[in-house]
């Protein structure tokens, strides 16, 4: 489903309208009952929950990226990820082996329990 919504959706001029996704899920094989109750179900209730938590961290669209927790919208070639990734690194490289910080627990102690919580 998630090849064909891009193949006969995305990339036919963006076509996601109830009726081109329907006939993309039949065609190949979903279950048409689940599926439509899934969409009329908690799918679009989770989906926009999902959505205000992500734009508390300021993630307005796809893709974007957290690279130890430092936002970076967009995509784009790796060259452009590349000075984010390395600053991190030397950060990383700093932090551990100080105040019981080992490459196993970096992320949960700097990422996870000193990182900005929401913008």
Sequence with gaps: ????????????????????????????????????????????????????????????????????GRFQSGGGPPERFKPLIDEELKKANERIGKDGVTAANYYQKWVLEKGKKQI
Excluded at 9 to 22: E, I, K, L, Q, T
Excluded at 33 to 51: H, R
């Design 1 to 68: 489903m998630y090849q064909q919504l891009f193949e006969k959706g995305y990339n036919a001029n963006r076509d996601f309208s109830p009726a081109n996704v329907d006939k993309i899920a039949g065609d190949v094989g979903l279950d048409m009952d689940k599926f439509k109750a899934d969409v009329a179900g908690e799918c679009p209730k989770v989906i926009q929950q999902d959505m205000a938590l992500m734009q508390g961290f300021g993630v307005g669209g796809t893709p974007a990226f957290f690279i130890n």
